[in-house]
C-alpha cells in the first residue's frame, strides 16, 4: 500500500485505535482517505477544522436485541444494527442489511462508503446504514414477517422521512420492506410512506427503484465505454452474485446489446454462452427463491454450472462484481486483464480488494468504485422520497430518464474531478475526491457538528 499522505496518516491511526477489529471499516476509510492527500494540501482547512476526524467518526451507532420465534415455538435471538453516520447533507438514508456475516464492522464500512456515495448523487441525502447478523436462508415467509416485525419495533423509534430512511440491501428486498412498512405504520399510526423506500409500487413505491442498482451501474459503464469511442454492443459480460442488482445489470446490459455470458451466488458459477436467459432467472431467484444450480439444470445443456470456483475465470470484456464486499482479489484481476477485459464496475460495496483495483489500473482498465457505479439506487430512492413528498408518482419512462441524467452526472463529476487532480481516468481519486468535498464543505457551514 502508498504511503498515506502525513497529515492523513494520523486520522488512520486513530481511527484503527478507536474501531478494533473491524477489519471492512479500516479498509473502506483507508481507501477514501488515500485519495486526499492533494485535497488537504490545497485546503489546510479541512484538517485544520478535523473534519476529516468527525467524517470518520458516526453521529450515531445504534445495537439492539432482535427476539423473535420460530416455526418450531424456538425464541431465536438476532443482533440488529443501524449506524446513522453523517447528516449533514439530508437525512440519514441507505439500506439494511440481513446476512449472517453482518457486524458492526461491515454496517459500518457499509455507512461510510455511503457518506460519499450520496454525496455524489447530488440529492440531499445524509450517510447511514443498518441490517442484522439473521440468515434469511431457508427461512419460512411467516418467520421472515416476524423477524422484520421484531426488528422494527426496535428500530422505528429512531426513523422518520425526516429523520433517517432505510432501504433494501443483501437479504432485504420488496417483500422485507413490505413487513417492516406494516410494522412501522402500525407502531406509529402514521401513513409516513418517506420512512423507507423500495416499496411496492400499489403502497408508495417508485417506478425503477427495483431496476435502479443494476440499471445505474451498466450506465455507469456506458458513459465509462464512450470516453473510449466504445459501447456494450457485441460485448461479453460477467455479472457476479444473482440478486437484486445482478438480475437488473444483465436486463440492462442486454437491452444496450451486451451479453452476459455467467452469474453466481455464494455456491458456485453458471456459464451460458448464449447468454443468460432472463425470464428463467428472475422465475428461480425473485419467485422461487432457489439457486444459480437450479436455473443451470432448468436451462439444459445450454448451460453449466460451476461448483465453487471462481466466476472471474469466464472471459469477458466486461465484468460488474454484484455480489459482496472482497470478492474479486487481485489473482482474480490478474485472471481478467490476461482475458483481455477492459472494464470493471462494481456493482457492489468494495467487491474488489485495494490489490486487486492497483492490477486493474495498471493495466489500464477502465475501473469504476462502487460509491459511483452503484449510486442508482440509492438516488432512485431519493427519487421516491421526493414522489412520496409530494404525493406523486412518475412513469417508468420519466424516472428511468432520470436515473440516467444522474448516472452521467456522476459520472462526468468523477471524471472531471480526475482531471483537475491530475489523474484524468482514475474514478476512483474522482469518486472520493468529489463526494468528499460536498459533505465536508456542508459541515464546515454547519458549525462543529
Ligand atoms: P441480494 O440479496 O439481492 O443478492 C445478493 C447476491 O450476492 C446473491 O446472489 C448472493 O448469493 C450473493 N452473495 C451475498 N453474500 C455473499 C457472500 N458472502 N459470498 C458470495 N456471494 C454472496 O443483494 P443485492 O443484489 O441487493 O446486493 C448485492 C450487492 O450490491 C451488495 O454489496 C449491496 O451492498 C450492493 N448494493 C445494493 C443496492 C441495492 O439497491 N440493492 C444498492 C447499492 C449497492 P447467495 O444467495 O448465495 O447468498
Ligand atoms: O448500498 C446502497 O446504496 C443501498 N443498499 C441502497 C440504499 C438506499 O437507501 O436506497
Redesign the pocket.
Known amino acids: 500500500m502508498p504511503q498515506l499522505d502525513e497529515k492523513l496518516d494520523p486520522i488512520y491511526r486513530e481511527v484503527l485505535r478507536r474501531n478494533p477489529a473491524e477489519e471492512e471499516f479500516h479498509q473502506a476509510v483507508r481507501e477514501v482517505l488515500d485519495s486526499l492527500g492533494p485535497v488537504v494540501a490545497k485546503n489546510p482547512h479541512y484538517t485544520d477544522a478535523a473534519v476529516i476526524e468527525r467524517i470518520c467518526e458516526p453521529e450515531r451507532q445504534i445495537i439492539f436485541r432482535v427476539p423473535w420465534v420460530d416455526d418450531s415455538g424456538a425464541v431465536q435471538i438476532n443482533r440488529g444494527f443501524r449506524v446513522e453516520f453523517n447528516s449533514a447533507l439530508g437525512p440519514y438514508k441507505g439500506?439494511l442489511?440481513f446476512?449472517p456475516?453482518v457486524n458492526l464492522g461491515i454496517i459500518k464500512f457499509?455507512g461510510f462508503e455511503q457518506i460519499f456515495k450520496n454525496s455524489l448523487t447530488g440529492m440531499p441525502i445524509g450517510g447511514a446504514k443498518g441490517g442484522s447478523d439473521f440468515d434469511p436462508?431457508g427461512k419460512s415467509e411467516l418467520e421472515i414477517m416476524r423477524f422484520c416485525q421484531s426488528f422494527m419495533t426496535e428500530l422505528y423509534r429512531h426513523l422518520g422521512e425526516y429523520t433517517d430512511v432505510p432501504?433494501?440491501?443483501?437479504?432485504?428486498?420488496g417483500r422485507e420492506i413490505g413487513y417492516l412498512f406494516g410494522q412501522y405504520k402500525r407502531i406509529t399510526n402514521r401513513y409516513e410512506s418517506g420512512v423507507l423506500t423500495?416499496k411496492g409500487l400499489t403502497w408508495g413505491g417508485s417506478q425503477v427503484r427495483r431496476e435502479?442498482?443494476g440499471y445505474g451501474a451498466v450506465f455507469f459503464v456506458d458513459e465509462m465505454l464512450r470516453t473510449r469511442h466504445q459501447s456494450l454492443e457485441g460485448k461479453r459480460v460477467v455479472v457476479?452474485?444473482?440478486?437484486?442488482?445482478?438480475i437488473y445489470a444483465i436486463e440492462k446490459v442486454r437491452q444496450l446489446g451486451g451479453t452476459v455470458v455467467a452469474c453466481?451466488?455464494?455456491?458456485g458459477y453458471v456459464v451460458d454462452e448464449k447468454g443468460i436467459d432472463l425470464e428463467l432467472l428472475k422465475e428461480i431467484k425473485e419467485v422461487r427463491r432457489e439457486?444459480v444450480s437450479d436455473y443451470a439444470e432448468a436451462r439444459g445443456h445450454d448451460a453449466h454450472y460451476v461448483q465453487g470456483g471462481r466466476v472471474w475465470d469466464v472471459p469477458c470484456d466486461v465484468a460488474l462484481p454484484?455480489?459482496?464486499?472482497n470478492?474479486l482479489n487481485a489473482h482474480d484481476a490478474k485472471t481478467l486483464v490476461s482475458n483481455g477485459c477492459v472494464v470493471v464496475a462494481e456493482?457492489?460495496?468494495m467487491?474488489t480488494t485495494p490489490d486487486a483495483v492497483q492490477v486493474l489500473q495498471e493495466a489500464g482498465v477502465l475501473f469504476a468504485p462502487?460509491k459511483a457505479a452503484?449510486a442508482g439506487?440509492?438516488a432512485t430512492s431519493a427519487l421516491e422520497m421526493q414522489q412520496n413528498a409530494s404525493r406523486d408518482s412518475w412513469s417508468f419512462e420519466h424516472t428511468e430518464e432520470r436515473l440516467s441524467e444522474i448516472m452521467r452526472g456522476i459520472h462526468d463529476r468523477c471524471a472531471e474531478t480526475a482531471e483537475e487532480y491530475g489523474v484524468p481516468g482514475n474514478y476512483v481519486v474522482g469518486a472520493n475526491i468529489a463526494g468528499f468535498i460536498q459533505v465536508a464543505d456542508a459541515m464546515l457551514a454547519l458549525g462543529v457538528i
Open positions: 439500506g442489511r446476512h456475516s457499509l436462508k432501504a433494501g440491501d443483501i437479504g432485504v428486498g423500495g435502479a442498482t457476479s452474485g444473482s440478486g437484486n442488482v445482478a453466481s451466488d455464494s455456491d439457486r454484484s455480489a459482496t464486499q470478492e456493482g457492489a460495496n467487491p462502487g452503484n439506487g440509492v
